[in-house]
Nanobody, 127 residues
Framework: QVRLVESGGGLVQAGGSLRLSCVASGRTLSNYAMGWFRQAPGKEREFVGSISRSGGNTYYVESVKGRFTVFRDNAKNMVYLQMNSLESEDTAVYYC????????????????????WGQGTQVTVSS
């Protein structure tokens, strides 16, 4: 069992930056590929980006490429989502997720089965 807890959300003006954190407990984080998802009001949950177990590969949805960066610190059991140039369309609850079947250098997409989820953290971007 892996417990994931997100933090770092808040209110930010358009064009600003936020860094979300996700701390994992219960299992060694390096055993899992990690992903970030978001869900805006009235919309389905959307894949944002992921990072391989090694930290060497990432994969992003087109709408955040060049603005968002996923990185991890396996020694600290932490995963991060750095969000720059935020837009009002980025307003959502952001979730981190863990997936235990990917290879060491594989950054999976959003369509696979993710094993564990956090409770989410709210990000609100004001225009």
């Amino acid at each position: 069992q892996v417990r994931l807890v997100e933090s770092g959300g808040g209110l930010v003006q358009a064009g600003g930056s936020l860094r979300l954190s996700c701390v994992a407990s219960g299992r060694t984080l390096s055993n899992y590929a990690m992903g970030w998802f978001r869900q805006a009001p009235g919309k389905e949950r959307e894949f944002v980006g992921s990072i391989s177990r090694s930290g060497g590969n990432t994969y992003y949805v087109e709408s955040v490429k060049g603005r968002f960066t996923v990185f991890r610190d396996n020694a600290k059991n932490m995963v991060y989502l750095q969000m720059n140039s935020l837009e009002s369309e980025d307003t959502a609850v952001y979730y981190c997720a863990a997936e235990g079947n990917s290879g060491w250098n594989s950054a999976p997409g959003g369509s696979i089965n993710w094993d564990y989820w956090g409770q989410g953290t709210q990000v609100t971007v004001s225009s």
